[in-house]
């Protein structure tokens, strides 16, 4: 039985890798070079220090680790700045329904996302309330494709992984999941998220029901 739904944060409850991408193309334009929305991609469930490195990489940049860190806390601080400004509206369609739906059914909900400004992103738009558990990036060590975002959401929530399905957007994230033991919806397009047990192109008109037959094939228990 289904008892937890555990949440990603950005491209599953609100877009915010817009933001991202604004702040990192600034630190990157500051640095002398460039990059497109299409290499942010790789960035999705990616931790912020292993994200400096990739767009280092692209730059053909090598720096001290000293030097590393103050430029993490730069972009920081420009996203903090960005997303300071989020509201209510921006929050995914469907997904103010969906997290109704779950508590109409006693399942309970957790956040598992690499950012270290989950919290804030959940306060800018009104969502603080809705998520038992947060866990992000200042409770973890190490980076999807390892489960441990996830595990430890299950674990506060008091529920094995089997118990809990997974929303996620990013491939990484999905592998996440399922090496957690995790079942694991995808949210976005199948060509990226096959692996997954079902995917969805996000929360609109979608119900708890439509995800359980998707992954079961049957009904959910009444509860």
């Given at each position: 039985?289904?008892?937890?739904?555990?949440?990603?944060?950005?491209?599953?409850?609100?877009?915010?890798?817009?933001?991202?991408?604004?702040?990192?193309?600034?630190?990157a334009?500051?640095?002398?070079?460039?990059?497109?929305?299409?290499?942010?991609?790789?960035?999705?469930?990616?931790?912020?220090?292993?994200?400096?490195?990739?767009?280092?990489?692209?730059?053909?940049?090598?720096?001290?680790?000293?030097?590393?860190?103050?430029?993490?806390?730069?972009?920081?601080?420009?996203?903090?700045?960005?997303?300071?400004?989020?509201?209510?509206?921006?929050?995914?369609?469907?997904?103010?329904?969906?997290?109704?739906?779950?508590?109409?059914?006693?399942?309970?909900?957790?956040?598992?996302?690499?950012?270290?400004?989950?919290?804030?992103?959940?306060?800018?738009?009104?969502?603080?309330?809705?998520?038992?558990?947060?866990?992000?990036?200042?409770?973890?060590?190490?980076?999807?494709?390892?489960?441990?975002?996830?595990?430890l959401?299950?674990?506060?929530?008091?529920?094995?992984?089997?118990?809990?399905?997974?929303?996620?957007?990013?491939?990484?994230?999905?592998?996440?999941?399922?090496?957690?033991g995790?079942?694991?919806?995808?949210?976005?397009?199948?060509?990226?998220?096959?692996?997954?047990?079902?995917?969805?192109?996000?929360?609109?008109?979608?119900?708890?029901?439509?995800?359980?037959?998707?992954?079961?094939?049957?009904?959910?228990?009444?509860?």
């Amino acid at each position: 039985m289904i008892k937890a739904c555990i949440f990603d944060l950005d491209g599953v409850i609100v877009d915010t890798a817009k933001y991202h991408f604004q702040a990192w193309r600034r630190l990157a334009n500051e640095l002398g070079f460039d990059f497109t929305e299409a290499d942010n991609e790789q960035l999705k469930g990616v931790s912020r220090m292993e994200s400096l490195d990739i767009i280092l990489q692209w730059g053909g940049l090598t720096l001290p680790e000293t030097e590393k860190t103050e430029l993490a806390d730069r972009k920081n601080e420009w996203y903090k700045a960005l997303i300071s400004h989020m509201q209510p509206d921006e929050i995914l369609p469907g997904v103010t329904a969906f997290l109704a739906d779950l508590r109409s059914r006693d399942i309970r909900v957790a956040l598992g996302s690499a950012s270290k400004n989950a919290g804030a992103v959940l306060g800018s738009i009104g969502l603080v309330d809705q998520f038992e558990v947060v866990i992000d990036g200042r409770d973890t060590t190490r980076s999807k494709p390892d489960p441990q975002v996830f595990q430890l959401a299950a674990q506060a929530l008091g529920f094995s992984p089997s118990e809990c399905i997974v929303f996620e957007d990013a491939e990484s994230g999905i592998a996440a999941a399922l090496a957690g033991g995790f079942y694991a919806a995808g949210v976005g397009q199948p060509e990226v998220l096959g692996a997954a047990h079902c995917v969805i192109p996000g929360f609109a008109n979608i119900t708890f029901n439509d995800i359980f037959v998707s992954i079961f094939n049957r009904q959910p228990e009444q509860v």
